[in-house]
């Protein structure tokens, strides 16, 4: 084969939108008949109904009961975090819907009027072209769940949280609810009670997927709280990258997504993590990350967050083994009536262990964007390394941004080192783009984008394509 | 044959009035030098025309080809044909030149057409070949971190890609070297010497660049108006004499 000329080079050098989604695309409805339904409001009848129709074994219907107690006695954080969370009223909101139980193997299986809606969102395609496996879950449960055989011979596990509850009970107990237990916080107790859906994923030992598996969250029905369970082991030397994306149509009522998401890399396993979350601007999304990393293993989170009325998401690296490395790069933007709180927790627990968080911002119109970070170092540590950076942009003179970095770095043989910075676009900037004929809100887009680009770049190409897509189309409706 | 018209042109920022009654005509292929002293409203008559916001129109018309363009927003004038090269660029960062200007021609297309990238880089490396420009410069985020040399550098590239029918040149030679000088001359020059010669204004405080791209009139503008116009030997006597002489003139039409 004859080497790429200069110009092919340089075409394929370009971050040109080829593909991706957009934002009004999730924005739509089909009737779907819902066999199961726990209906609405939240009491222990709730809880009971979602683990009956599961055919759960009893200790786990306990450890929903209890999650829902703890659910119940913790206070709303508002003393810390916005007011707006008092706004969920939990007794208006559906726990449970579904069509059934067990996800079918091949798309041609699931029912049309669910399969018309993933096929409108291009999962079925997507699979073909460049992934391991998918599931793709639809309110409370997955409709269709399926992993490549050449990736399933290897050993690896890929089913939703109820299956992989049935199945694999032994490696499931040993590490469900270990990284975040019930009473982390009032959500994850919630999610504890009430959770369905998700992936479980078991890599064995030394097993590298070379395709990324992926799960599509989608919310269909008005009113409804999703609250999907998602726990990943890589074993000894194992690596994975599983990748999520979300949509919903927009309501004029609220509705809730309130995930627990659990990894675990044990010695010298590479888990990453990649999320490009569109949510329509009427969904809470509150939802709790963490992972463990064992001895020499490596956790990253690329969480994208675009959409939705209110996120709060701080996904968490304990680096619990010598040399684990943590990283946590993330992009927020929020738009009018729109409130970003993300960040990143690095726990370190071992020594010579690094964390990296690149936290990237931009706040539109009035949208609010909000960095709470946390950086743990003890002191009886030696060797442990931190960089964070976090850099806000503003593009209108009534878009706010905040930071709370929360750093503690004890004892004198750790280094840390934080940078933050907030910009705004400035007029002139705008007006130099326009003046080579750009429409102001092309130019404007190519402010956000070229802010973003060095991290966006770090990506795998068909997010990085999807989120410049996003942008593009939150900017259009920025000006005027 | 594109033409530019400003016609009794009146420009204030704020209260204040800068521009005072202007009249020029410049025809696609023509070079006009304007010249003249520091706060004449120089700067302000190229960023005006080019619907910068902070400038006020308070009278007269400018017009690109009968049309009055001071109803357009900034990037409709650009994609009408005007061009403006700043004498301050703005920085864009994380946007490399090759993608900025690759929206900006994809800006200059109908909607739905698509642009092709590979004749794109042919004609972007034939024009940096033109203006012997490394190829390693446009995947450099626009204007971010470069030296006085290499802004008006990158200002003349995209110039050369967009082909204008009118240039309207912000003191392009200040901050310049007599190397870097030379280089952006030979790129105006080789604008000029190409069929679709652009109309320019050349905005400049020194005969020095004239010496490289010589101009085809050259005005003398003063308190918000011309005082007087000429061919390039203006522009000698203005080096010899200075400005002084010239001040009590009446306007020209």
Not at chain 1, 187 to 197: E, K, Q, Y
Not at chain 1, 453 to 473: H, T, W
Request: net charge neutral; proline share 4%.
């Amino acid at each position: 084969m004859k080497p790429p000329s200069e110009i092919e080079t340089a075409i394929a050098m370009d971050a040109n939108p080829v593909a991706g989604i957009d934002q009004t695309k999730g924005d739509f409805q089909y009737k779907v008949d819902y066999a199961f339904d726990a209906g609405t409001g939240l009491s222990a009848d709730t809880v009971r109904y979602i683990s009956s129709v599961k055919k759960e074994e009893p200790w786990l219907l306990e450890f929903r009961l209890k999650a829902l107690k703890t659910f119940l006695e913790k206070p709303m954080p508002t003393h810390w975090a916005t007011k707006d969370l008092g706004n969920i009223d939990f007794q208006k909101i559906r726990y449970y819907l579904s069509q059934g139980q067990k996800p079918k193997r091949t798309w041609d299986e699931v029912p049309d009027d669910i399969k018309k809606t993933f096929e409108r969102l291009g999962i079925p395609e997507q699979e073909r072209k460049f992934l391991a496996g998918v599931e793709a879950q639809f309110d409370s449960e997955a409709a269709y769940s399926n992993i490549k055989d050449i990736v399933a011979k290897q050993g690896v596990i890929f089913v939703n949280s109820t299956e992989g509850l049935r199945e694999h009970p032994e490696i499931f107990r040993k590490f469900f609810g270990k990284v975040i237990p019930t009473g982390d916080n009032k959500f994850s107790a919630l999610n504890s009670a009430v959770f369905s859906g998700g992936s479980f994923i078991y890599v064995p030992k030394g097993v590298k997927v070379a395709q990324p598996l992926q799960a599509y969250f989608r919310i269909n029905a008005e009113n409804f709280g999703q609250f999907e369970r998602t726990l990943i082991i890589a074993d000894e030397g194992a690596e994975v990258v599983y990748m999520e994306g979300c949509t919903a149509p927009k309501f004029s009522t609220s509705t809730l997504h309130s995930a627990v998401v659990e990894l675990v890399a044990l010695k010298s396993a590479k888990i990453q993590y990649i999320t490009v979350q569109n949510w329509a601007n009427n969904v809470f999304n509150l939802v709790t990350k963490r992972g463990v990393a064992h001895e020499d293993a490596e956790i990253k989170w690329i969480d994208c967050n675009i959409g939705s009325r209110l996120t709060m998401k701080y996904p968490g690296v304990v680096l619990k083994g010598e040399r684990a490395r943590g990283e946590v790069l993330s992009i927020a933007l929020a738009n009018d009536g729109q409130h970003q709180d993300t960040g990143a927790k690095m726990i370190h627990a071992a020594n010579n262990t690094t964390s990296n968080i690149i936290a990237k911002s931009i706040s539109v119109g009035q949208g609010r964007s909000t960095y709470r970070g946390v950086v743990h170092i003890p002191k009886h540590l030696k060797g442990c390394k931190n960089n964070t950076e976090c850099d806000a942009l503003l593009i209108n003179t009534s878009s706010r941004t905040d930071t709370y970095p929360a750093i503690s770095v004890r004892g004198d043989r750790n280094a840390t080192q934080h940078e933050a910075s907030v910009s705004k676009v400035s007029e002139d900037m705008i007006f130099y783009m326009q003046s080579r004929g750009l429409t102001e809100a092309q130019a404007m887009s190519l402010a956000v984008n070229g802010f973003i680009n060095d991290l966006a770049r770090q990506f795998p190409m068909e997010y990085s394509v999807e989120l410049k897509r996003l942008i593009d189309l939150e900017m259009e409706g920025s000006v005027g | 044959m594109s033409q530019l018209v400003i016609k009794n042109l009146h420009i204030s920022i704020g209260e204040k009035a800068i521009v005072k009654g202007f009249n020029l005509t410049i025809k696609q292929g023509e070079v006009h030098a304007i010249m003249g002293p520091n706060g004449t409203g120089k700067s302000t008559l190229a960023k005006a025309i080019a619907g910068h916001p902070d400038y006020t129109i308070t009278g007269g018309d400018v017009q690109l080809d009968r049309k009055s363009i001071l109803a357009m927003q900034p990037d409709e004038r650009a994609r009408s044909g005007l061009f403006l090269a700043f004498q301050y660029p703005s920085e864009i960062p994380g946007v490399s030149i090759a993608n900025f200007l690759r929206a900006a021609v994809q800006a200059r297309m109908a909607e739905g057409e698509e642009l092709d990238a590979a004749g794109y880089y042919k004609r972007l490396y034939s024009k940096m070949d033109l203006l012997k420009i490394d190829r390693k410069f446009t995947a450099r985020s626009v204007n971010e971190g470069f030296s006085g040399g290499e802004k008006k550098r990158c200002e003349i590239l995209q110039m050369a890609m967009l082909e204008p029918r009118i240039a309207l040149m912000d003191e392009t030679d200040s901050g310049l070297d007599i190397d870097a000088l030379r280089i952006v001359a030979d790129g105006v020059n080789a604008m000029r010497s190409s069929p679709a010669s652009p109309g320019i204004m050349l905005i400049t405080h020194y005969q020095r660049l004239l010496d490289y791209i010589v101009p085809d009139f050259v005005h003398v503008m003063y308190d918000g108006r011309l005082v007087k116009s000429g061919d390039k030997s203006l522009a000698l006597e203005l080096e010899a004499k200075g400005y002084d002489w010239l001040k009590q003139q009446p306007a020209t039409a």
